[in-house]
């Protein structure tokens, strides 16, 4: 039996990642910063709760880290934890840059240092390439981040990328472009469409308030986004691969899917705020996912309007 390591196992990918390798029959632990305060409630929404050994680990203390690789002696690990909102990254600059930076260079060192075959997964984003102005985006494509949450995901990137040519250690980052969920909390924008959509039309809620609607995005379906993940290292070598559906939407069509669902016409309820502009955006995030598809023989099958209907339908989003 293969053991697996999850960090951030109370997040979104977390929870549907634990699910995934315990179906493939790995003993999975799942690490947070406080095991014995977090609720874990993602997992008891997929039922896994009590199958998951949960620790508390703090990235950015490399002795958390080494001891809990040391205990554990996992064959692959998974890096999810960190702070993962761009509009937050803003307020927590640092928070968020020590999370995944010195976060992800403690897992590497820790590998490094007990010379274990130890296999990484490392969470990295389609922030980071910026605005590509509509050319998909793919593993050539160069850097630009326009936020603090993107300067921190490519400085993980790279450290992996070192460690991997340096050390020769089995080290992955996958290039995620956005995935949704019901998982997904409501401080995330197309969460908070899908809740306002439900409530409006339950009506619980009257209006729902939005930043700049223009912005373009790749939106996949969270549980199949983490197919990709275990599949990077079931391979033969290391590498780093963009995960993305390949279509691009924009939001006021994310908005205008959801508030059909419900039966409600978007733009009788829907007004705009400035005051959730940000300061840097991206205008239109495409990807190109077919390295993927050549390699790892991952192709999304889900695109936003499905992603849409199923966050509405599905409470845990497994069928
Ligand atoms: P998530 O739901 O926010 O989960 C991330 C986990 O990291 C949290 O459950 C939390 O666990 C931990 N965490 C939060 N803030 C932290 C901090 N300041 N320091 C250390 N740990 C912290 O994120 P997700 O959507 O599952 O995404 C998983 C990873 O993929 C993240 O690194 C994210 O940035 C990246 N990613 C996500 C997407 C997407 O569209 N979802 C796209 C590209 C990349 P505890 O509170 O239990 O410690």
């Given at each position: 039996?293969?053991?697996?390591?999850?960090?951030?196992?109370s997040?979104?990918d977390?929870?549907?990642?634990?699910?995934?390798?315990?179906?493939?029959?790995?003993?999975?632990y799942?690490t947070?910063?406080?095991?014995?305060?977090?609720?874990?409630?993602?997992?008891?929404?997929?039922?896994?709760?009590?199958?998951?050994?949960?620790?508390?680990?703090?990235l950015?203390?490399?002795?958390?880290?080494?001891?809990?690789?040391?205990?554990?002696?996992?064959?692959?690990?998974?890096?999810?934890?960190?702070?993962?909102?761009?509009?937050?990254?803003?307020?927590?600059?640092?928070?968020?840059?020590?999370?995944?930076?010195?976060?992800?260079?403690?897992?590497?060192?820790?590998?490094?240092?007990?010379?274990?075959?130890?296999?990484?997964?490392?969470?990295?984003?389609?922030?980071?390439?910026g605005?590509?102005?509509?050319?998909?985006?793919?593993?050539?494509t160069?850097?630009?981040?326009?936020?603090?949450?993107?300067?921190?995901?490519?400085?993980?990137?790279?450290?992996?990328?070192n460690?991997?040519?340096?050390?020769?250690l089995?080290?992955?980052?996958?290039?995620?472009?956005?995935?949704?969920?019901?998982?997904?909390?409501?401080?995330?924008?197309?969460?908070?469409?899908?809740?306002?959509?439900?409530?409006?039309?339950?009506?619980?809620?009257?209006?729902?308030?939005?930043?700049?609607?223009?912005?373009?995005?790749?939106?996949?379906?969270?549980?199949?986004?983490?197919?990709?993940?275990?599949?990077?290292?079931?391979?033969?070598?290391?590498?780093?691969?963009?995960?993305?559906?390949?279509?691009?939407?924009?939001?006021?069509?994310?908005?205008?899917?959801?508030?059909?669902?419900?039966?409600?016409?978007?733009?009788?309820?829907?007004?705009?705020?400035?005051?959730?502009l940000?300061?840097?955006?991206?205008?239109?995030?495409?990807?190109?996912?077919?390295?993927?598809?050549?390699?790892?023989?991952?192709?999304?099958?889900?695109?936003?309007?499905?992603?849409?209907?199923?966050?509405?339908?599905?409470?845990?989003g497994?069928?």
């Amino acid at each position: 039996m293969k053991t697996a390591l999850i960090s951030g196992v109370s997040g979104q990918d977390g929870a549907y990642l634990a699910d995934l390798l315990l179906k493939q029959g790995y003993s999975v632990y799942g690490t947070s910063r406080d095991a014995q305060m977090s609720s874990f409630s993602n997992l008891s929404r997929l039922g896994i709760r009590d199958k998951i050994k949960l620790k508390s680990m703090i990235l950015t203390d490399f002795r958390s880290v080494l001891q809990t690789l040391t205990k554990i002696q996992p064959d692959e690990v998974y890096n999810l934890a960190g702070q993962s909102s761009v509009g937050l990254s803003f307020e927590q600059p640092v928070e968020t840059l020590e999370s995944m930076a010195i976060g992800t260079l403690n897992l590497l060192e820790a590998i490094r240092f007990t010379g274990a075959k130890i296999k990484l997964y490392n969470a990295s984003s389609s922030e980071c390439f910026g605005d590509t102005k509509g050319i998909p985006a793919d593993e050539n494509t160069p850097f630009h981040p326009r936020s603090p949450y993107a300067v921190a995901k490519s400085t993980a990137f790279w450290e992996v990328a070192n460690y991997r040519e340096a050390y020769g250690l089995f080290a992955c980052s996958g290039i995620l472009f956005n995935h949704e969920s019901p998982l997904r909390p409501e401080r995330f924008v197309t969460q908070k469409i899908i809740k306002a959509a439900i409530d409006i039309a339950a009506g619980k809620q009257d209006k729902l308030y939005l930043g700049d609607i223009s912005i373009q995005r790749d939106w996949g379906w969270a549980p199949e986004y983490v197919e990709a993940m275990y599949l990077m290292l079931q391979q033969e070598e290391p590498d780093d691969y963009v995960i993305a559906t390949g279509e691009t939407y924009s939001l006021a069509e994310f908005v205008e899917s959801a508030f059909a669902c419900v039966g409600l016409n978007w733009q009788d309820y829907v007004e705009s705020d400035s005051n959730l502009l940000r300061l840097t955006d991206i205008a239109v995030g495409r990807g190109n996912p077919s390295k993927a598809e050549q390699k790892l023989g991952w192709k999304a099958q889900y695109k936003m309007p499905d992603v849409v209907r199923m966050m509405v339908v599905s409470p845990s989003g497994l069928q």
